[in-house]
T-cell receptor
Framework: AQSVAQPEDQVNVAEGNPLTVKCTYS??????LFWYVQYPNRGLQFLLK??????LVKGSYGFEAEFNKSQTSFHLKKPSALVSDSALYFC?????????????FGKGTRLSVIA | GAGVSQSPSNKVTEKGKDVELRCDPI?????LYWYRQSLGQGLEFLIY????????KSGLPSDRFSAERTGGSVSTLTIQRTQQEDSAVYLC????????????FGSGTQLSVL
């Protein structure tokens, strides 16, 4: 079975500081990994994904994430946070070798960027 | 349409009534998902349709929940004999075929069971 853990319900960071939102996963084989963001009163939007290749993935709005196979992690990062980054962030995983299975999401992490 | 459309956007119902939630995916998308978002519970997978394959119903919480997808396009999620614990935002998403493809989400249906 595949699963995702986001160990922090809430992350607070000052504007201009680097931010990290943590995600660890569990799959039987190799993972496809995703980050989605939900801004207030808006739908879920795709941020970035890891499929294969370079472990550092760059996405929308200056975000990036690093795939670490040994630690089974896929933490989301941004060098300098903006107040407008405040939102709910979801990590998701699908097992490449599990065939036709749905995308499984974590419980989400609420990011608050303080001016 | 340009995106995934869900209706109604809000639904208030009385305990014990049946409700139907509709999802119009992006044209040409073969995969369609239903998720439920409750406060503090994240995104809970409900059901997954992929092309002509049998749907993956493994996430449906009880036999009161069912979904169908007609003609490979529009999907309806039906909840029978609603309970207060069914109150949540129900999200629909679609994608093109391929397990590494991103999902496009609708704005959701806020269901409130009184």
């Amino acid at each position: 079975a595949q699963s995702v853990a986001q160990p922090e319900d809430q992350v607070n960071v000052a504007e201009g500081n680097p931010l990290t939102v943590k995600c660890t996963y569990s799959v039987s084989g190799n993972p496809y990994l995703f980050w989605y963001v939900q801004y207030p009163n808006r739908g879920l939007q795709f941020l970035l994904k890891y499929i294969t290749g370079d472990n550092l993935v760059k996405g929308s709005y200056g975000f990036e994430a690093e795939f670490n196979k040994s630690q089974t992690s896929f933490h989301l990062k941004k060098p300098s946070a903006l107040v407008s980054d405040s939102a709910l962030y979801f990590c998701a995983v699908r097992d490449k070798t599990a065939g036709n299975t749905p995308l499984v999401f974590g419980k989400g992490t609420r990011l608050s960027v303080i001016a | 349409g340009a995106g995934v459309s869900q209706s109604p956007s809000n639904k208030v119902t009385e305990k014990g009534k049946d409700v139907e939630l509709r999802c119009d995916p992006i044209s040409g998308h073969t995969a369609l998902y239903w998720y439920r978002q409750s406060l503090g519970q994240g995104l809970e997978f409900l059901i997954y349709f992929q092309g002509n394959s049998a749907p993956d119903k493994s996430g449906l919480p009880s036999d009161r929940f069912s979904a169908e997808r007609t003609g490979g396009s529009v999907s309806t999620l039906t909840i029978q004999r609603t309970q207060q614990e069914d109150s949540a935002v129900y999200l629909c998403a679609s994608s093109t075929q391929g397990f590494n493809e991103k999902l496009f989400f609708g704005s959701g249906t806020q269901l409130s069971v009184l």
